[in-house]
């Protein structure tokens, strides 16, 4: 009985919000007219229309691989540098100030030279996606592991576990949370690098397709593209962060009521 | 006192940038890619020097800095609302949750459907993209006032602004302090790479024509340019960052 409602309550926010947005889009295009802001209904129609049609596939598929792309290997490489980062404790304080440098950089101005390392393309994308989404992952890895219990391996090493159990069965489970919290800003972090990079010298893909609409003058096709992504990117988001929460309650009780 | 890392980082930094000069000088790496670091800095002495460079860098950080503003003192002030209203808390709380996760630039061409080509779009979409980060981090400032200061106040009857202005605001500083980070960082990000995307003038789109025009000295000229400012501005809200910090350490 609790659980359903509490589940019908995790529910009821999120359906007001969306409603409160759908209504305050209805306002806007009250407001600003045809030209500036086309109406909901008639928006999510035509992305109906526009999804059915094949030519709009090429460049889902285009988007959808290089964000895939970039997202493995912000998560991959960042873990396994975070994770080296975090170990030793010299290099990571070598390295932290940098990368927070980095990350609190504007980024786009990197992107033409990406665009002359990659070239025109797939490959920029997927570089300038990584490269946004890599750093927060390598940040929250690197702490998830300086931030190691030291009572838990030295209750791993009296127990005798060998390097792969201490790995297993205490490094593991003590920095999934943290980590998995970095992976999610990532995953955000990607799809806003991946994006972008297809809003600048591209031939394909979802960003081209905005371009193409903003040159047009097409304010339903960009409204219709802007809400695709933003629906992916929020549910992404949402069942990431219920994951995220879930972790985190199982590590530690107290985190709960922050 | 300069720490060990300190030291490190600096010769590997300053090792990076003479290996990239040494790679470009000895035509490792093309011309036509990466130009040697000595090579931008001469082209940003000149490029500093061209009659049309400071109306871009004006125009720039004008609206850096008016993004800047109203993205902090408006998040400031959402966020106290919202931590004193817990209905409207409750109902902003997953749109806040999932902000982040949406690519804002997907709208960028809205707002200059909206607001016309020239600035104002592009304000406004670094004032979003920055605000909410302030809002974020302005109500978990004030979410974690631990309770025993708020007992000392009820203790000394203070009034409610004495209390907010007293207790609450310096406890909540570091929290807040960091969403001001942000957000300034934030600011430079909106501004400039909705420049580089869809504007006709600001150094953003002074890099995107250099580019397109295959003008590499005046292109690593700009970027180095724009991760300067930034890069100083962070370092100087870091500094300020740390001083508060201390000061803190110090009278606790």
Redesign the interface.
């Known amino acids: 009985m609790t659980l359903s409602l509490r589940s019908l309550r995790s529910l009821r926010?999120?359906i007001?919000?969306a409603i409160?947005?759908v209504t305050l889009w209805q306002v806007l295009h009250q407001i600003?007219g045809d030209?500036?802001?086309t109406a909901p209904a008639p928006t999510l129609a035509h992305l109906w229309e526009m999804v059915g049609q094949a030519r709009f596939l090429p460049h889902l598929r285009e988007t959808g691989l290089a964000f895939l792309q970039a997202l493995a290997i912000s998560c991959i490489g960042g873990v396994l540098v975070g994770v080296v980062l975090g170990g030793h404790r010299?290099t990571g304080?070598?390295?932290e100030?940098?990368l927070v440098?980095l990350?609190?950089?504007?980024?786009?101005?990197?992107?033409?030279?990406i665009?002359?390392?990659f070239g025109l393309g797939m490959p920029a994308k997927v570089a300038f996606g990584a490269l946004h989404g890599i750093i927060p992952v390598v940040l929250f890895t690197m702490n998830a592991v300086r931030n190691v219990n030291r009572t838990y391996l030295r209750a791993g090493r009296a127990m005798r576990l060998t390097p792969a159990q201490t790995a297993w069965h205490i490094l593991v489970p003590a920095t999934l949370p943290e980590i998995f919290s970095g992976l999610r800003?990532g995953?955000?972090l990607t799809?806003?690098g991946t994006?972008?990079g297809e809003?600048?010298?591209s031939q394909r893909g979802l960003g081209f397709l905005?371009m193409t609409?903003?040159d047009l003058?097409d304010?339903k096709t960009?409204?219709a593209?802007?809400v695709l992504?933003?629906a992916f990117?929020?549910l992404?988001?949402?069942a990431l962060?219920a994951i995220d929460r879930r972790l985190h309650r199982g590590a530690t009780p107290e985190a709960e009521k922050? | 006192m300069i720490?060990?890392?300190t030291i490190?980082?600096t010769v590997?930094?300053v090792g990076a940038v003479a290996a990239l000069e040494v790679a470009c000088r000895t035509g490792a790496i093309q011309p036509?890619?990466?130009i040697a670091p000595s090579a931008m800095v001469k082209a940003l002495a000149e490029t500093l020097q061209s009659d049309d460079f400071g109306g871009h860098v004006q125009q720039t950080l004008s609206a850096v800095a008016i993004a800047m503003t109203l993205a902090i003192v408006g998040g400031f002030a959402i966020g106290f609302v919202l931590h004193w209203i817990p209905f409207l808390r409750?109902?902003?709380?997953?749109?806040l949750?999932?902000y982040?996760?949406?690519?804002?630039?997907?709208?960028y061409?809205?707002l200059?459907?909206?607001f016309g080509l020239g600035p104002a779009p592009l304000i406004v979409l670094a004032t979003l993209f920055a605000m909410v980060a302030m809002i974020v981090a302005t109500m978990a400032g004030l979410?974690?006032v631990p309770r025993v200061l708020l007992k000392t106040a009820r203790i000394h009857r203070l009034s409610l602004m004495q209390e907010i202005w007293r207790i609450r605001l310096p406890a909540a500083a570091p929290h807040i302090l960091s969403g001001l980070?942000?957000a300034?960082?934030y600011s430079?990000?909106g501004v400039?790479?909705g420049e580089?995307?869809?504007s006709t003038s600001g150094i953003?789109h002074e890099?995107?024509y250099?580019?397109d025009n295959f003008d590499?000295p005046r292109?690593?000229a700009?970027?180095l340019f724009?991760?300067g400012i930034?890069?100083t501005f962070?370092m100087l809200v870091w500094t300020w960052e740390r001083r508060l910090a201390r000061r803190r350490g110090m009278a606790s």
């Open positions: 926010d999120p007001l919000v409160g947005l600003a030209s500036a802001v010299l304080e070598v390295a100030p940098i440098g990350y609190s950089v504007p980024k786009i101005t990197l992107y033409p030279v665009l002359l390392l800003i995953f955000s799809l806003l994006m972008l809003l600048f010298a905005l609409a903003i003058h304010v960009i409204l593209i802007a992504i933003s990117a929020v992404a988001n949402a962060l922050t | 720490s060990k890392a490190i980082r590997v930094l036509a890619l990466v409750r109902a902003f709380n997953p749109f949750a999932a982040y996760a949406i690519p804002h630039f997907a709208f061409p809205l200059i459907v909206i979410d974690r980070k942000l300034v960082a430079f990000i400039i790479a580089f995307i869809l953003g890099i995107a250099a580019y590499n292109m690593y700009l970027i724009v991760l930034v890069t962070n």
